[in-house]
């Protein structure tokens, strides 16, 4: 009972392994992935700030932190079947909503109920820090595929993974997008250049589309 | 291409894990599930056919090796959501039949399509076969849980998959449900008397409900 | 006790690792590899049936589900050791023949002790459902290898296992194989080819010895 | 190099297992704490808030999410060496933030060096921030630990570390840690009471002493 | 080819896992097993020593050391195999020589041969480095079945290995198995009389009989 | 207590794996390290025999079966902290002295005392069987390193430990260390000739060094 099984729940994102059923020589579980969220989104925000973009801190710090909590309840499905449909895509969003919001009422005292509903709220929206998340929630993915690929893992997946993840960030509108296109990704395409899979032409077909 | 395509698809079973998110002493995976099933329809069956009944074996064949084949494409989806209203079930059933029929068409060669249809196709249903393969499927899920409890795993989840498994199979009109309920459960329950978690009690509370 | 003690030693299949001591990037339960010999099979009797051959599902689903199950009792013995010698081979074999008995006797109830023994029997003979089992483990066997070889396993063992699955299932006069020397295996070579290791070689070689 | 190669980095620390060399039935990266960390101290720090107490959210949410980044240099080293004497902790202090600094002189722009010198400091201090970060990494040693002795694992550093973690706590002079020992703590102990392991009696000693 | 072959065939160890198919809570490598053997065979021969015995520590050396490496040939047999008969015995035995001949005749250079046949040959006989590998193989083997037994593990595999194990020392006539039975085996039984399974009642009766 | 307990200690460096954080296809525990030393310091050994060198074989069978059991007090320190400087380097093994010397006061029976106390001290000296165990530790870390290279493991810190080894090797003065270079190594090295890496070139600039 109590913030105790909040607490204790969050334990469960490291027993989700991301992308599951295809082969990969490592996995990466929903909590490491979150902090490397949290830590990219960090970075991403200090840029915005350096081209004086005001971001609110404590609004990231929350939904950067709690963006997956909800996969404790609906788990982590595939990307394909959450997009399947707009229709299937609002359903799920609903049921996630719904679960986080009948844990909420279980199990966190009255007095801290507003604030778990405003921070374990869906985060990605037009505002900087919505698209900070987005950007970072992107980039892990991006870097989840790139060494993949990097090791010559041939499963389509990964270069399905890293082309969608390409392309939906360079259509946000942000300093630190222009800045991971300029000198982020260079680095690690030039790094991917080894490997046995043309990680250069994946790269430039996904940025030309 | 080709059944090559679809022979290396199976291998996607093994690396989706059941249940997960939660802490388990042992970990299964779908395929190791997915032959547990072949293997318990298999005596479900011939204890039917002992008592009379006409098995089709090669319709029990086809719908239990494949039954779970959908989730190499829709995953693991954890049984709170996919129940979580007749809607959501219904368009998770589509989304997951719409993504096997799309599989067939691209990589089935034409001669072996009306056959791969029928073989994914959804297997419970009011036959024989489909009712047995019904009670192998929650079979599993008791095997499951209460192998966890047995050894003490307190995660609340086990005693609730247990319980509906349990409910679940005892509400189907087979000879074999009585078998296992006569001869299996009590055996199980004798072994499970020296966990620290009275699965005497789970079990006799799920019976009577 | 009864079909309980049966039902739970399955579970021992998901903890034995095929080909245990030589690196390899995935690995492989016996379970998994069972099920995917019971998915296998059932494709190479569909293209059996629809050349016109008999097939009886009941004693392919019999043979192919349980075709391991005596690795319960003496473990996955290296190929190598199993070949030693035809005497060893027939020993080993006794030994097998003799624990599964022994189970059998102590825990399968009098009614269905017939049904087990010739269910947990040695399934490869020369009738075609014998010779379909042949074929689908020596397939996975194949696949194994394959996946291996491709990602760049150097270590010869696959190359031998490769090699003598190929030129033991193309012995075998059924229509599946030509199928799958015709149709599965060029499609599999074919997406091999990007491997660090010369796959078209190591199987022309093989086909051609 | 560049912001690339410290975004990469991260990783490593998915590969580092806390608590090295002890049987324990789950192990948890320093990823997985880390995050679970940034998830504490944002709930430690909304219970400060709703006394009044002000929290700057930039810097706790720079500190705790960097708070173990050095591990990526120096390793996990065990708490019983890290405090061997006040002269060894001083040194391995220095080599941490030596490397760190290294790491940041080498491969982070020049633009963003302040910041990543700021941001990868030594968080712990007698700031409201460094206090809740201090209270959060403790209390995760606490869940690591408690979840070990509920399972009944006997291996006396699981009791070590939640004594010494509590002890820790409840020196702590915060809002936070009161609400914790009212509130929390007792709904921990008591889901700790099915334990072979006499929890209760572990916790009073800790808080007595 | 070389000694470089066989320094890399060391490997192949920490690939097997000992006892495989039954659920245990902690994996062990026959590596680690090795070395394991190898240290426990250091103190019963000190134990020897220090009763005026006398150790040829060379043999010792090489004996303890190499006492599994047949195993990556043949892998690791389960014991009732292995000891279903005299005959069958005597014939793995005599694979497991050939195959390590055969190594020894390919790939070690000749001027090394005598010796690598001296040291790959099997250890135990009666003179007393044989007994202390007898007596420290089967140690460990009292140790592994003992901490799984410790953590309420009911598989019966385990006792059975206990009790196996304890029987077979006992009856070896060296001073360090007194010195076991007086003194290292009280501690290890003190140790586990918080397990929920009975180790003081299989101990006595293991030592009874 | 007592020598059940140092028996029991050992099992905890299996679960201290080498080089914790960095990619690898494949890990090592420290006691697989311990025991492939154990056997290649006999080979080396052998081979100084084989020139006319006395080998005091109860010294090398102490100092490499124990080299690394201090790593159950202080875990595997990654190596550019240990020798980050002479003082921190030389304060670490105080540490390690103390805790294993504080170990053998509380749990070794006092007639043992003084065998421990010799057996687990440094073993890396000038003698003959010192140096065969720092020829020997550091063959492993080329081993380790090697087949990651072999693999197409791009982690720059396997090239620093392959180098570094090797130039450690070269530098010792004993008739094993040039029966490596002029027989292993190149076995090695032309083995490793399949590589995406060059190890050919990365070998040539050590041993130029």
Known sequence: MGIHTYFQSLNDLERIIRCPGKFKFEEHSVSAHSWKVVQYAKTLADIEESKGVTVDWKKLYEIT?????GEIFIGDIK??????SMELRS???QVEEG????FIDE???EEFKPIFRRQLREGKDESVEGL???VADKLDQI??????????????EFIVMYRNALIKIKAIKLHCVNYFLENILPDMVNEG????????QITNEALAS
Do not use: C, W
Not at 99 to 102: L, P, T
Not at 144 to 149: I, N, S
Not at 193 to 200: C, E, G, K, L, M
């Open 65 to 69: 932190s709690s963006h997956d909590y």
């Open 132 to 134: 900070i998340l987005e």
């Open 143 to 156: 870097y989840e595929a790139f060494t993949e690929l990097k090791r010559g893992n041939t499963e389509k």
């Open 107 to 109: 199990h966190i005292p």
């Open 193 to 200: 250049s080894t490997s046995s899979i043309d990680i250069v």
């Open 99 to 102: 679960m986080i919001a009948h």
């Open 91 to 93: 359903m799920l969003q």
């Open 79 to 84: 990307t394909p079947v959450k997009h399947y």
